[in-house]
């Protein structure tokens, strides 16, 4: 691409920026002035509405990154090794038996503390 469209499309950029706002700002409008009509008119109205905003705020070029960078998100899920139930409910209780033990310990410092103090002031 040209230095001078790229120039031109960010121009362009904040432009679809506005008209995004400007259907953002429409849709809440909308939403409450028609609040006596059916809801399902009313979300079926919000969802179109979000998905033209999404659309024309994806041709923007932060928008292109976003949508970029959620498609690599999602590669890189299906990359994850996940955890079997049996190893998952073995690191649970690993941790509920850490967090009781440290529970005890705080418990007896604060009471140990508490009886000190209460010897020293009477």
Same mark, same amino acid.
């Given at each position: 691409?040209? /230095? &001078?469209?790229?120039?031109?499309?960010?121009?362009?950029?904040?432009?679809?920026?506005?008209? =995004?706002? $400007?259907? =953002?700002?429409?849709?809440?409008? #909308?939403?409450?002035?028609?609040?006596? /009509?059916?809801?399902?008119? !009313?979300?079926?109205?919000?969802?179109?509405? $979000? #998905? =033209?905003?999404?659309?024309? $705020?994806?041709?923007?070029?932060?928008?292109?990154?976003?949508? &970029?960078? #959620?498609?690599?998100? !999602?590669? /890189?899920? !299906?990359?994850?090794?996940?955890?079997? !139930?049996?190893?998952?409910?073995?690191?649970?209780?690993?941790?509920?038996?850490?967090?009781?033990?440290?529970?005890?310990?705080?418990?007896?410092?604060? &009471?140990?503390?508490?009886?000190?103090? &209460?010897?020293?002031?009477?």
């Amino acid at each position: 691409m040209s /230095e &001078s469209t790229k120039t031109t499309e960010f121009k362009l950029d904040s432009l679809k920026w506005i008209v =995004v706002a $400007a259907i =953002v700002g429409a849709s809440v409008y #909308c939403n409450s002035y028609y609040a006596a /009509e059916s809801l399902l008119y !009313r979300v079926i109205g919000l969802l179109i509405l $979000a #998905c =033209v905003a999404g659309w024309i $705020a994806a041709q923007t070029s932060k928008g292109s990154a976003f949508v &970029s960078l #959620c498609m690599d998100a !999602r590669t /890189e899920i !299906r990359k994850v090794v996940w955890p079997t !139930r049996t190893e998952t409910t073995h690191t649970t209780m690993i941790v509920v038996i850490a967090v009781i033990i440290v529970a005890i310990i705080l418990w007896g410092l604060d &009471s140990s503390l508490s009886w000190l103090i &209460s010897l020293i002031i009477g």
